[in-house]
């Protein structure tokens, strides 16, 4: 046994003494691989992970931007679709940009044209 009592004191053999002097060093050694190991995690994680969480953070906005515009164009194409299901938006769109008019109808241009006259 290591360690021995006598009356009611406890002492430590002096070769028990050489062994927890020798697992010291270990002891230092666990705690400086320890340290080692969350430096090398945080460098890694600052020069490497981080720059590529940026990153992903600046595309996941620039997405965001793009679907909220794609969905503002899906509705003003919806509420054309269904201006198109009407009769009288396609009279006024085919009279206005084509110059077409319903039978018994007269078109007449009401814009000044001094280069004429």
């Not at 515009?69 to 009279?95: F, G, V």
């Not at 008019?101 to 007269?106: C, D, R």
Request: glycine share 4%; proline share 4%; charged share 15%.
């Amino acid at each position: 046994m290591l360690a021995t009592r006598q009356h009611g004191k406890t002492t430590v053999a002096p070769n028990a003494r050489t062994q927890i002097r020798q697992r010291h060093p270990l002891f230092r050694l666990r705690y400086l691989a320890l340290i080692v190991i969350c430096g090398w995690s945080l460098f890694h994680y600052l020069h490497a992970e981080r720059p590529q969480l940026v990153n992903l953070q600046a595309q996941h906005q620039q997405y965001a931007s793009q679907l909220s515009q794609l969905k503002a164009q899906n509705q003003r194409l919806q509420q054309e679709k269904q201006q198109l299901n009407s009769d009288a938006y396609i009279e006024k769109y085919s009279a206005q940009n084509f110059g077409l008019t319903m039978p018994g109808q007269v078109p007449f241009d009401l814009q000044n044209n001094s280069q004429h006259g």
